[in-house]
């Protein structure tokens, strides 16, 4: 990897999660080809719809988050090596 790409990383890795989620979205698209690009833009709209919609369960009330500890509580632990 080139130095500028590792500066480029340090520094993205210094901004807030919805800034680095900007960043790495801008960097992946740019790497879609030109015949993918119409099917891509249809799938990223429906994935934006579906966190629109999930958000609002969330804000509404509609549905309850669980902690992740509760999850992992639920599943028996969690697995080797993770933490």
Known sequence: MSESAQQLIDSALQLA?????VVANAI????ES???SHESAEIREAWS???R???GDI?????KTVPSSEVWK????????RT
Not at 59 to 63: I, L, M, T
């Open 17 to 21: 999660p919805a800034d680095r989620a």
């Open 28 to 31: 992946l698209a740019s790497l």
């Open 74 to 81: 639920r599943m028996g632990g969690k697995p080797s090596g």
């Open 59 to 63: 804000d509404s009330g509609r549905v």
């Open 49 to 51: 719809d579906e966190i």
């Open 53 to 55: 919609n999930r958000i």
């Open 34 to 36: 030109e015949s993918d």
